[in-house]
């Protein structure tokens, strides 16, 4: 008895029910061939690394976390314009903007800044796309080998501002190394 089926290719396939032998049930052979895989895989060299003694090589196009980027003077560089997360593939970005008001001149760079500004980093799949859509380089993906932090709770995966923002120090030990150079 055959049976046609179609594959997802499209190419008819002839299935039959044949009958399996007495040996065939026993399912000595397929076991043999499991094992013999198994011993081959014994003695090839391993994959695993001992983390935290041994690090991972990092590829040269590695993209490690997000980072709110800060101008010359310590002001934060968004202009919540939306263009990163319309850009987002994965929707993982939302932001909310707000009229900057003259006491906090400061803190902002431009009138209107992000309020709120969060990614969810369980939605994210780190494509840089965000980074090249903000006409006015607010977003960064870091190089440094930052990883973002595991945890079992799914709300400390929503990086607000809090964690996003370029620290203040940071800013100035930039300005600093490009006055000097």
């Known amino acids: 008895m055959s049976l046609d089926t179609v594959s997802l290719s499209g190419r008819k396939k002839e299935v039959s029910n044949k009958k399996m032998t007495f040996w065939?049930?026993?399912y000595l052979?397929?076991?043999?061939?499991?094992?013999?895989?198994?011993?081959?895989?014994?003695?090839?060299?391993?994959?695993?690394?001992?983390y935290p003694e041994q690090k991972r090589e990092?590829?040269?196009?590695?993209?490690?976390q997000h980072m709110l980027m800060r101008d010359d003077e310590g002001r934060e560089?968004?202009?919540?314009?939306?263009?990163?997360a319309l850009s987002c593939?994965?929707?993982a970005i939302t932001m909310k903007a707000e009229e900057r008001k003259p006491?906090?001149?400061?803190?902002?760079?431009?009138?209107?800044?992000?309020?709120?500004?969060?990614i969810n980093m369980l939605r994210c799949i780190f494509c840089g796309l965000c980074e090249e859509a903000c006409p006015k380089q607010a977003i960064y993906l870091t190089k440094s080998k930052v990883i973002v932090k595991s945890n079992s709770n799914?709300?400390?995966?929503i990086y607000g501002k809090d964690k996003l923002v370029m620290?203040?120090?940071?800013?100035?030990?930039?300005?600093?190394?490009?006055?000097?150079?």
């Open 103 to 118: 006491e906090e001149k400061h803190l902002y760079r431009e009138e209107k800044y992000a309020s709120i500004y969060e």
């Open 58 to 64: 990092f590829s040269p196009v590695y993209r490690g």
């Open 167 to 181: 620290p203040l120090e940071m800013a100035i030990q930039n300005t600093n190394q490009n006055k000097a150079s």
């Open 154 to 157: 799914r709300e400390d995966f």
């Open 29 to 50: 052979v397929a076991i043999a061939k499991g094992l013999v895989i198994t011993i081959r895989h014994l003695f090839k060299r391993k994959v695993t690394i001992k």
């Open 24 to 26: 065939e049930s026993l």
């Open 77 to 84: 560089r968004c202009t919540a314009c939306g263009l990163c």
């Open 89 to 91: 593939p994965a929707e």
